[in-house]
């Protein structure tokens, strides 16, 4: 079974930089990380799609509100995927979950980690 583990979340003041990784293992399949995913959930709104990187064509998208600040990157020898996020917000409050996706886009998540959380102060 596919096992994703967060790390890097922290509290740090608007303006800061925070470095999330993501371990993944359980999956003998050379196709299981392809695609893989950063989503995010802030207190009383819905889950939602930050960044996602797409290994077949080398490719990688963001949402409009992280763009410019956050880049997603994944080391595939060591299966860890990363988001390093700079110049922080308190609007990027929330618990941060890598995934593996189905499909190159974030709309195919298959696998969750349990998530790790990030709190900006103004």
């Known amino acids: 079974q596919v096992d994703l583990v967060e790390s890097g979340g922290g509290s740090v003041q608007a303006g800061g930089s925070l470095r999330l990784s993501c371990v993944a293992s359980?999956?003998?399949?050379?196709?299981?990380?392809?695609?893989m995913g950063w989503f995010r959930q802030a207190p009383g709104k819905e889950r939602e799609g930050i960044a996602r990187?797409?290994?077949?064509?080398?490719?990688?998208n963001y949402r409009d509100s992280v763009k410019g600040r956050f880049t997603i990157s994944q080391d595939n020898a060591s299966n860890t995927l990363y988001l390093q996020m700079n110049n922080l917000k308190p609007e990027d409050t929330a618990l941060y979950y890598c995934?593996?996706?189905?499909?190159?886009?974030?709309?195919?998540?298959?696998?969750w980690g349990r998530g790790t959380q990030v709190t900006v102060s103004s």
């Open positions: 995934a593996t996706l189905s499909k190159c886009g974030l709309r195919f998540p298959a696998h």
């Open positions: 359980g999956s003998t399949s050379n196709t299981t990380f392809m695609f």
């Open positions: 990187i797409c290994h077949d064509v080398y490719s990688t």
